[in-house]
């Protein structure tokens, strides 16, 4: 979703807010704009389209000298894209500019009680409103502008304000949409995400909701919306730069689902001690676990399906009933939680607007909340009671597929540790499944090598209409996430269906030639996933299997096979959905799509 990034301090700001721009282009945007104060007034240039339009409109930032400015990529909600429509948004006389990521929910009932005040609008976004709002409060006071302004917005926002009478500030403000604040010698930094200024600092402050900054070129303030001052401690980013750059590959896509053996290895290793499974921070007495009445694991897209897989490996491993909500969902619907309940919110971003308000839901009914996070500091990391972070580093490209591993390896963990305290697994047992997960990361090393067969195979299919994926339990669930991981990157149709339930409808789609996508890693369904293999060939479908080594008996039946190291039945999904990543990612570049950035989709979903 939009990108925020401003500067001031000692350098021009203009070429620092393109570059913090150019890293955050993996949120998704449609438009993108920068404000600079340029000693007399604050100027402004936007676009529509890619954030080159701007680069080349500003000549690199050229034509807008200054010292101090605020940028913004933005993903449309109010409004069509358009240069119009473009952040910065200013008030009429043009003398506050403001960049916005979120939505301000109230904003019909607040443009209406301006435009009778004889406010007029530009734009047709939510945004405008803010600025417009912020001029009738203006009295010379930026600070109380702000506060008067956040009692009366409602919904989601992160704002990077100016005001052209105070020159040497910005003002930063956020409630439920992400904003990180950055600090070096040469000055100060707002931003979405941290990749976006890791380039000039590693000092950042994470900022809490409905708190207010005050940026100056030689430090930050940070206030309460009572205006009262607040300490801060900075945090200092331990990954490097070049963990968001390409490093030589042709996508970041590409680059992360090679970096998966790494990231696998990163999030089990730590938790992996004297050959036992040590979740410090899973924030629940041995009692607590045995007293688990139900989990529910709540969480959108990859996430969700990683919820799926876990529920089958939670209630066959560790007999604790499971269920598994689409967040948007989850919230909407008045779950049955009862206090002792343990929900389980997983989320890259930590950002997801409904996963956010489900772990909040949650909360409220006297739930605890683990989260299982990528990105440390996001506010569901900073709400959840307990966080198991995955370490997957910064994931650029907006399709998942480090993160989704580590999340896997993640609910692994911990269903083992249920598992084992509550007795319904060995000690034994519990070391078998351990040094099962230590092969993974070389497991997944070895299935590197299919790339060039799936490439081969993908470019067999770049004109395909419609592609469906079966199979029965985890497979099911590796069947959703690689029909997603098609879809969202190919846009080329695709479904998942559980296989058994083919020939109550889906079956009838399957013309000569389609595609079916089976996975087979689960044994005991093995026959019966065959015998829906036949069923689909028999009306024409082509069969793609991804399979288990030792199970060559396939090729009698699948027309093409790709098979998988022999893991644990409950491990498989780690191992095959490498092959369904490169699958998709391969259609995808033989249809010329933009892999990491993929049309109208956003890597932070900020908002409901
Ligand atoms: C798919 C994908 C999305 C995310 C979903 C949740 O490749 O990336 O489906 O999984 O938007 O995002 P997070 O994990 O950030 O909550």
């Known amino acids: 979703m939009c990108g925020i990034v401003g500067y001031i301090g000692k350098k021009q700001a203009a070429p620092i807010i393109l570059d913090g721009l150019a890293k955050l282009e993996y949120r998704g945007y449609d438009s993108a704009g920068m404000a600079i104060f340029d000693g ?361 597929t480090k993160a989704y591993s580590a999340q896997l390896i993640n609910m692994y963990l911990l269903a083992i540790k249920l598992a084992t305290v509550r007795g319904a697994i060995s000690d034994a047992k519990a070391a078998a499944f351990i040094k099962e997960l230590n092969k993974l990361p070389e497991q997944i090393e070895l299935l590197m090598g299919c790339k060039e067969r799936m490439q081969k195979f993908a470019n067999r299919y770049v004109g395909a209409q419609d592609i469906y994926f079966i199979g029965r339990g985890i497979d099911y669930a590796i069947s959703l996430e690689g029909s997603l991981k098609l879809k969202e990157l190919s846009y080329v149709h695709s479904e998942a269906y559980p296989a058994g339930e083919l020939k109550h409808g889906p079956i009838s789609l399957i013309d000569k030639g389609t595609l079916v996508v089976a996975v087979l890693t689960q044994e005991e369904l093995y026959q019966k996933t065959i015998s829906n293999i036949v069923e689909v060939k028999s009306r024409g479908a082509f069969v793609m299997a991804v399979t288990t080594v030792g199970n060559e008996e396939i090729e009698k039946v699948a027309d093409y096979v790709v098979y998988i190291p022999q893991t644990d039945k409950f491990f498989t999904d780690s191992l095959a959905i490498v092959p369904l990543q490169f699958f998709s990612y391969y259609v995808a570049v033989g249809k010329g799509c933009d892999v990491d950035k993929p049309r109208n989709l956003a890597k932070s979903v900020t908002v409901e």
């Open 40 to 400: 007399e007034s604050i100027k402004m240039m936007k676009s529509a389209g890619r954030l080159q339009a701007l680069v080349d409109l500003s000549h690199g930032g050229d034509l807008l000298p200054g010292t101090a400015g605020i940028g913004h990529t933005r993903w449309a909600t109010h409004g069509k894209p358009s240069d119009l429509n473009a952040h910065p948004h200013f008030n009429t006389r043009g003398t506050i500019s403001i960049v916005h990521n979120g939505i301000i929910e109230n904003y019909q009932a607040l443009k209406l009680m301006l435009e009778a005040k004889g406010y007029v609008f530009q734009s047709e976004t939510d945004t405008e409103v803010v600025a417009q709002l912020l001029d009738f409060y203006y009295r010379g006071n930026p600070m109380e502008a702000v506060t008067k302004v956040m009692h009366r917005v409602e919904g989601s926002y992160a704002l990077g304000i100016m005001f052209s009478d105070h020159p040497d500030e910005i003002y930063a403000v956020r409630k439920s949409s992400p904003l990180i604040v950055g600090q070096s010698e040469e000055g100060c930094f707002i931003a979405s995400d941290v990749p976006a200024i890791l380039k000039y600092t590693r000092t950042v402050f994470y900022t809490d909701d409905q708190e207010i900054v005050k940026l100056t070129a030689d430090g930050i303030e940070f206030f309460t919306v009572d205006e009262e001052k607040i300490e801060k401690e900075a945090v200092t980013i331990e990954w490097d730069a070049n963990a968001a750059e390409k490093g030589g590959y042709e996508h970041f896509l590409l680059k992360e689902i090679y970096e998966q053996p790494e990231t696998v290895d990163k999030t089990l290793s730590p938790r992996l001690k004297d050959g036992r499974i040590v979740i410090e921070e899973l924030g629940l007495t041995d009692e607590e676990i045995k007293a688990l009445r139900k989990i529910y694991i709540v969480a959108c897209g990859s996430a969700y399906h990683v919820g799926i897989t876990s529920k089958y490996i939670i209630e066959e491993m560790a007999r604790i009933p499971v269920e598994v909500d689409v967040a948007s969902e989850f919230r909407y619907r008045n779950p049955i939680l009862m206090e002792g309940d343990l929900v389980i919110v997983i989320s890259q971003s930590g950002e997801t607007a409904d996963t956010l308000e489900g772990l909040r839901i949650s909360k409220r009914l006297g739930c605890k909340v683990l989260g299982i996070v990528n990105v440390v500091g996001s506010s569901i990391a900073r709400e959840a009671d307990n966080v198991m972070y995955t370490w997957a580093g910064p994931e650029i490209s907006v399709a998942t």
